[in-house]
């Protein structure tokens, strides 16, 4: 039988109260649900992820079925505010859940809390999606053969274009982001977080970070080339069909949302993608199979995204280089909030050897000039 992806009582420190939530949020749940619902809530944790923190809510209605959602919060001990904005997340999946969008892989929000009453945070609770998600290492019953595995390369590549095909500003999302000067505010933010989050002297992060401001590739008509963009696509925030391992049916974790160029989010999910001939040590960071026998590489997935999009991917190689040092730039947030004692997920004590590896991948893409 194949494995879905399961709950686990909450770690140390971040627990939820059901009975407090309940009192909080029941009646005006049961309400959005249509149909009145009995406490307290069972509350678990989705224990992957490194970022904001997701839990399964389970409630009763009065006839006693049982219904799963899932709440989303900020990590505890965040020290980055901006990065874990709940409203903004919340947003997003609000349009993507609209008619015109025509999108039906994304959770549908249910219901926003922007009080910090219960929480200590403002959070949000939104359908669950169930399916099959691939981590590093396959769930039981899972058989990832070759020809499976290509094609779901091909998949990821076709969900990716699927986003970048959403018309934006007719579901409500014109205003979401700003496409002009993307990038080079990109490139600044991210450069401010790592220096705001530095715990460790790493030479390769100063010499990307110069290079990235001193390098920013020229790019007209920003708003017409602009798309709905992920920033966090990758297997493990994909949701498959247990029964059609190839199908995608849903794509999670779209806090880091926005509009943008299409190009840099195309150039975060090849950051992601391990291959088979990259350093062992680089490959205990993978964040789903990519590099088993199979997997299309890096370089084909780029080829095989400019042929079914038909977009230009000369700036590829930076916003590969950019990528690269931002998913650094999180690796040392998260290590952080660690080392400060903000977390005791021990999950987190060995990012700071994922700043250093993918440092030092980004100064070799700028070395080598591709990815």
């Given at each position: 039988?194949?494995?879905?992806?399961?709950?686990?009582?909450?770690?140390?420190?971040?627990?939820?109260?059901?009975?407090?939530?309940?009192?909080?949020?029941?009646?005006?749940?049961?309400?959005?649900?249509?149909?009145?619902?009995?406490?307290p809530?069972?509350?678990?944790q989705?224990?992957?992820?490194?970022?904001?923190?997701?839990y399964?809510?389970?409630?009763?209605?009065?006839?006693?079925?049982?219904?799963e959602?899932?709440?989303?919060?900020?990590?505890?001990?965040?020290?980055?505010?901006?990065?874990?904005?709940?409203?903004?997340?919340?947003?997003?999946?609000?349009?993507?859940?609209?008619?015109?969008a025509?999108?039906?892989?994304?959770?549908?929000?249910?219901?926003?809390?922007?009080?910090?009453?219960?929480?200590?945070?403002?959070?949000?609770?939104?359908?669950?999606?169930?399916?099959?998600?691939?981590?590093?290492?396959?769930?039981?019953?899972?058989?990832?053969?070759?020809?499976?595995?290509?094609?779901?390369?091909?998949?990821a590549?076709?969900?990716?274009?699927?986003?970048?095909?959403?018309?934006?500003?007719?579901?409500?999302?014109?205003?979401?982001?700003?496409?002009?000067?993307?990038?080079?505010?990109?490139?600044?933010?991210?450069?401010?977080?790592?220096?705001?989050?530095?715990?460790?002297?790493?030479?390769?992060?100063?010499?990307?970070?110069?290079?990235?401001?001193?390098?920013?590739?020229?790019?007209?008509?920003?708003?017409?080339?602009?798309?709905?963009?992920?920033?966090?696509?990758?297997?493990?925030?994909?949701?498959?069909?247990?029964?059609?391992?190839?199908?995608?049916?849903?794509?999670?974790?779209?806090?880091?949302?926005?509009?943008?160029?299409?190009?840099?989010?195309?150039a975060?999910?090849?950051?992601?993608?391990?291959?088979?001939?990259?350093?062992?040590?680089?490959?205990?960071?993978?964040?789903?199979?990519?590099?088993?026998?199979?997997?299309?590489?890096?370089?084909?997935?780029?080829?095989?995204?400019?042929?079914?999009?038909?977009?230009?991917?000369a700036?590829?190689?930076?916003?590969?280089?950019?990528?690269?040092?931002?998913?650094?730039?999180?690796?040392?947030?998260?290590?952080?909030?660690?080392?400060?004692?903000?977390?005791?997920?021990?999950?987190?004590?060995?990012?700071?050897?994922?700043?250093?590896?993918?440092?030092?991948?980004?100064?070799?893409?700028?070395?080598?000039?591709?990815?």
């Open positions: 039988m194949t494995e879905l992806d399961t709950s686990r009582p909450a770690r140390a420190g971040e627990e939820i109260d059901g009975e407090k939530l309940f009192a909080r949020i029941g009646g005006e749940l049961g309400r959005v649900l249509g149909f009145p619902i009995e406490g809530f069972t509350i678990e989705f224990p992957s992820g490194h970022s904001n923190l997701t399964l809510l389970r409630v009763r209605g009065q006839n006693g079925a049982s219904h959602l899932v709440l989303r919060r900020p990590p505890f001990g965040n020290v980055v505010k901006t990065a874990h904005d709940m409203a903004r997340e919340n947003r997003i999946l609000t349009a993507l859940a609209s008619p015109r025509a999108y039906g892989k994304a959770p549908r929000p249910l219901l926003y809390v922007e009080d910090e009453d219960v929480l200590g945070t403002p959070f949000y609770v939104m359908t669950r999606l169930s399916g099959v998600i691939l981590r590093r290492k396959p769930p039981t019953g899972v058989s990832l053969d070759s020809a499976t595995i290509t094609r779901l390369s091909n998949a590549v076709d969900g990716l274009i699927e986003i970048h095909s959403l018309p934006w500003e007719e579901i409500g999302l014109g205003t979401y982001g700003k496409p002009e000067g993307y990038a080079e505010r990109q490139v600044k933010g991210w450069t401010k977080r790592y220096t705001d989050a530095k715990t460790d002297d790493v030479p390769d992060m100063e010499r990307a970070a110069r290079w990235l401001k001193g390098n920013l590739p020229a790019r007209d008509n920003e708003r017409a080339l602009a798309t709905v963009i992920h920033n966090d696509f990758k297997y493990d925030n994909v949701v498959l069909d247990p029964s059609e391992l190839t199908r995608i049916v849903g794509v999670l974790d779209w806090e880091m949302a926005t509009i943008g160029d299409p190009i840099t989010d195309l975060t999910t090849l950051a992601y993608w391990i291959e088979d001939g990259d350093a062992d040590p680089l490959k205990a960071f993978a964040f789903g199979p990519t590099h088993l026998p199979g997997s299309l590489k890096r370089r084909e997935i780029a080829e095989l995204y400019a042929k079914r999009s038909g977009r230009d991917l700036s590829l190689p930076y916003f590969y280089a950019f990528a690269l040092f931002k998913n650094a730039v999180v690796a040392q947030q998260i290590y952080k909030r660690y080392k400060l004692g903000l977390t005791k997920d021990e999950r987190f004590a060995m990012m700071i050897m994922g700043v250093h590896l993918l440092a030092a991948a980004a100064v070799k893409c700028i070395d080598e000039g591709a990815i």
